[in-house]
């Protein structure tokens, strides 16, 4: 979350330009992929008796709600803006973060009780 906001903090000018058109929608998607899959891996690992729906809701609901914070945090940074494309991006990076990340735990335990 502070490598987000760090990143959100950086004036429009400062940032790199890359000549590939809403590049900037998949870096929005893969940084809030790896914060809910991070979120969802301490909850799951913090967890006696993971709850893989709870655990699953709370990771991307809150990756998505710092998303939120994120898009309105850089409406008051010089030369960037809000923008609901760069949250939609959040949102379902956050939601498929969480997904994979626990799709990972179910893969492994099935492949534990196998053995």
Sequence with gaps: MGLIYYASSVPGREMPKFDVPNIDKLFH?????????????????????????????????????????????????????CDIIDLLSDIAGSIAGAWLSLYKEKIKSAVDKAV
């Design 29 to 81: 998607f893969v940084e809030y992929l790896v914060l809910a899959f991070l979120l969802a891996r301490a909850f799951y690992n913090t967890s006696s008796k993971p709850d893989y729906k709870s655990i699953f809701i709370a990771s991307a609901l809150i990756a998505a709600l710092y998303g939120i914070s994120d898009e309105f945090h850089q409406r008051f940074v010089p030369e960037r803006s």
